[in-house]
């Protein structure tokens, strides 16, 4: 593999990137859905005057999340009741950068077959690797930054909004391992299925669907979270975080496999 080669071939993405506007809107979407653990933890026991101290699914999740989560057994009732959503709804900043990014890498793909640029560049000497890895990295950049400003924004309303101590409850490894390290891996598995979808089908809402087979588990961890199955520990976002490289490894050989330069040089005509 080529850095020169491959830093070009970013160059060229970005660009590309930064002209199609349309493919950001996802993702100024997505923003929005963090607002729904505040409306929930805050907003409507403010709205209803009713605490959801007392309700048994909440108090059933939260006596699973004291056993691996001593922060928060320090904290008053109501205090310990926001930190459990807050932390929840860490997943839905983990979705911002993979749900808003993946139009993204769909247009990279389908949108230079869309304009005919994809031949011309299928014919320079650069590799299935080297091109598939740039179209990959040109969406995860933005999606990181995104994330960053999510995270950001998400904290820091924790911060001013939440009762006292829940902030503090929220600052500890396991949330680290998960926006730093769940995040960005999550993300570049979502991004690497789209691009290796775009290279056989012609519609990138089709492509999108199947990058949205990395946001299920996520979900999953926040639902069964959530009904107090069970509590993510840093061990097991470890052995998470291992599974996942693994499986983008797997991916991107497999993308370079399946990936059919003379067909697409033809058939895209």
């Given at each position: 593999m080529?850095?020169?080669?491959?830093?070009?071939?970013?160059?060229?993405?970005?660009?590309?990137?930064?002209?199609?506007?349309?493919?950001?809107?996802?993702?100024?979407?997505?923003?929005?859905?963090?607002?729904?653990?505040?409306?929930?933890?805050?907003?409507?026991?403010?709205?209803?005057?009713?605490?959801?101290?007392?309700?048994?699914?909440?108090?059933?999740a939260?006596?699973?999340?004291?056993?691996?989560?001593?922060?928060?057994?320090?904290?008053?009732p109501?205090?310990?009741?926001?930190?459990?959503?807050?932390?929840q709804?860490l997943?839905?900043?983990?979705?911002?950068?993979v749900?808003?990014s993946?139009?993204?890498a769909?247009?990279?793909?389908i949108g230079e077959?869309?304009?005919?640029?994809?031949?011309?560049?299928?014919?320079?000497?650069?590799?299935?690797?080297?091109?598939?890895?740039?179209?990959?990295?040109?969406?995860?950049?933005?999606?990181?930054?995104?994330?960053a400003?999510?995270?950001?924004?998400?904290?820091?309303?924790?911060?001013?909004?939440?009762?006292p101590?829940?902030?503090?409850?929220?600052?500890?490894l396991?949330?680290?391992?998960t926006?730093?390290?769940?995040?960005?891996?999550?993300?570049?598995?979502?991004?690497?299925?789209?691009?290796?979808?775009s290279?056989?089908?012609?519609?990138?809402r089709?492509?999108?669907q199947?990058?949205?087979?990395?946001?299920?588990?996520?979900?999953a961890v926040?639902?069964?979270?959530g009904?107090?199955?069970?509590?993510?520990?840093?061990?097991?976002?470890?052995i998470?975080a291992?599974?996942?490289?693994?499986?983008?490894v797997?991916?991107?050989?497999f993308?370079?496999?399946?990936?059919?330069?003379?067909?697409?040089?033809?058939?895209?005509r």
């Amino acid at each position: 593999m080529s850095l020169t080669r491959l830093h070009a071939l970013l160059w060229k993405e970005a660009q590309d990137l930064a002209r199609t506007r349309a493919a950001v809107m996802p993702a100024l979407l997505m923003m929005l859905t963090l607002l729904l653990p505040f409306g929930i933890a805050i907003g409507i026991p403010l709205v209803t005057g009713d605490s959801m101290v007392d309700d048994s699914d909440v108090t059933k999740a939260l006596a699973v999340a004291r056993r691996h989560w001593p922060a928060v057994t320090s904290l008053s009732p109501e205090a310990a009741v926001q930190a459990f959503f807050f932390h929840q709804f860490l997943m839905f900043v983990v979705l911002v950068p993979v749900s808003g990014s993946m139009s993204l890498a769909a247009y990279s793909v389908i949108g230079e077959k869309q304009a005919r640029t994809l031949e011309p560049l299928l014919a320079t000497p650069a590799t299935t690797g080297e091109i598939l890895l740039a179209k990959v990295l040109a969406a995860f950049v933005p999606a990181l930054a995104l994330e960053a400003v999510a995270a950001a924004i998400y904290l820091g309303g924790v911060a001013v909004f939440a009762q006292p101590g829940v902030f503090g409850a929220l600052a500890t490894l396991q949330t680290a391992l998960t926006l730093l390290v769940l995040g960005p891996l999550a993300t570049l598995i979502g991004l690497q299925i789209v691009v290796i979808a775009s290279s056989r089908v012609r519609d990138p809402r089709t492509a999108q669907q199947f990058g949205t087979l990395i946001v299920l588990p996520l979900v999953a961890v926040l639902v069964a979270q959530g009904a107090g199955v069970f509590w993510l520990t840093v061990p097991m976002t470890v052995i998470a975080a291992v599974v996942l490289v693994i499986v983008w490894v797997l991916l991107v050989l497999f993308g370079i496999a399946i990936f059919e330069r003379e067909q697409i040089l033809t058939k895209w005509r």
